[in-house]
T-cell receptor
Framework: AQSVAQPEDQVNVAEGNPLTVKCTYSVSGNPYLFWYVQYPNRGLQFLLK??????LVKGSYGFEAEFNKSQTSFHLKKPSALVSDSALYFC?????????????????FGKGTLLTVNP | DADVTQTPRNRITKTGKRIMLECSQT?????MYWYRQDPGLGLRLIYY???????NKGEISDGYSVSRQAQAKFSLSLESAIPNQTALYFCATSSRAPLLVGYTFGSGTRLTVV
């Protein structure tokens, strides 16, 4: 089985400060990792992904994420937060290979982290 | 037009009523999914379909059924709605490419069962 943990329900940062939203995962086989953002009354929007290669992945709106295999983590980061970054952020994992069985191709989502950026 | 369209956007229904949520897509994707979102629980998979003849239960399929009418259409039904099915429902699609990347989501249907 695959799972995702987002240990923080909420993260508050001041505008202009760096932000980190944490994610750890568990899969059998190789992980494909994703971050999505959900603005109020909207569906989820893709931010970035890690498939293979460079552990530091850059995505939309200045966000980046670092894949750490030894810590099974994929934390989302941004050097300078904006008020408009305030939203709900979801980490997701999909296994490829290994003993992932029928879970291949299905994304498992974390519970989400509400990011609030204060002016 | 949106790539993935869900109808209705909002619905209030009474306990015991049958209700259908519809999803259509213009992405040309083979795979379609229904998730529900509840505060503090994230997204949970209800049903998924890898093609028109391949439909599978997700982690919380009890009380729900689906129909894949065509490659582009995937409907979710609540046979007899109950209040704890009040949630935000999302349809999503993905391609079959093995290295494919995430999903495309619809804007959601907010369902309230009273």
């Amino acid at each position: 089985a695959q799972s995702v943990a987002q240990p923080e329900d909420q993260v508050n940062v001041a505008e202009g400060n760096p932000l980190t939203v944490k994610c750890t995962y568990s899969v059998s086989g190789n992980p494909y990792l994703f971050w999505y953002v959900q603005y109020p009354n909207r569906g989820l929007q893709f931010l970035l992904k890690y498939i293979t290669g460079d552990n530091l992945v850059k995505g939309s709106y200045g966000f980046e994420a670092e894949f750490n295999k030894s810590q099974t983590s994929f934390h989302l980061k941004k050097p300078s937060a904006l008020v408009s970054d305030s939203a709900l952020y979801f980490c997701a994992v999909r296994a490829w290979g290994g003993d992932s069985g029928g879970s291949n191709y299905k994304l498992t989502f974390g519970k989400g982290t509400l990011l609030t950026v204060n002016p | 037009d949106a790539d993935v369209t869900q109808t209705p956007r909002n619905r209030i229904t009474k306990t015991g009523k049958r209700i259908m949520l519809e999803c259509s897509q213009t992405k040309g994707h083979d795979r379609m999914y229904w998730y529900r979102q509840d505060p503090g629980l994230g997204l949970r998979l209800i049903y998924y379909s890898f093609d028109v003849k391949d439909i599978n239960k997700g982690e919380i399929s009890d009380g729900y059924s689906v129909s894949r009418q065509a490659q582009a259409k995937f409907s979710l039904s609540l046979e007899s709605a109950i209040p704890n099915q009040t949630a935000l429902y999302f349809c999503a699609t993905s391609s079959r490419a093995p290295l494919l990347v995430g999903y495309t989501f619809g804007s959601g249907t907010r369902l309230t069962v009273v």
